[in-house]
């Protein structure tokens, strides 16, 4: 039997959570999907051990509590001592996410991509995470 490969999404917004949830359920039979609403959680599930450190992050950029250089960084400084990478995957509306992007160093930033998901792309970062899961 096959690991699930866990994946976790970060978003502000429920509707967002909730469609890319169905798709990314859509893509894979071997991935478990959680959602988080509030960055601040998911980093203190994390730092407390009540969550493994997913394979898969999918996080927003604009968020009230923190943004998504936020979460990458309150990461950043906890994985230093556990040398775990995960897939980090910004997400936004923005129109100049690159921009943004550039502020994100780690070896676990794997790339942005522009809001709305579509159900392809979403394909391709659990594809991509599952090869990483198992190298």
């Not at 071997?30 to 394979?55: A, G, M, R």
């Not at 943004?67 to 001592?81: P, T």
């Amino acid at each position: 039997m096959q690991n699930k490969t866990n994946v976790v999404i970060i978003d502000d917004h429920f509707f967002v959570l909730m469609t890319t949830k169905q798709m990314l359920n859509l893509c894979s039979p071997n991935i478990n999907v959680l959602t988080y609403q509030n960055p601040e959680k998911f980093i203190k599930d994390v730092e407390s051990n009540y969550l493994d450190v997913p394979q898969l992050i999918i996080c927003d950029y604009n968020m009230p509590e923190m943004n998504g250089l936020d979460v990458h960084d309150a990461l950043k400084v906890f994985l230093k001592k556990d040398q775990i990478n995960p897939c980090f995957y910004l997400v936004s509306a923005e129109d100049k996410l690159n921009l943004l992007a550039d502020k994100f160093e780690s070896d676990f930033f794997s790339g942005y991509h522009q809001k709305p998901l579509r159900f392809e792309k979403l394909k391709k970062l659990v594809n991509r995470s599952l090869v990483n899961a198992t190298s």
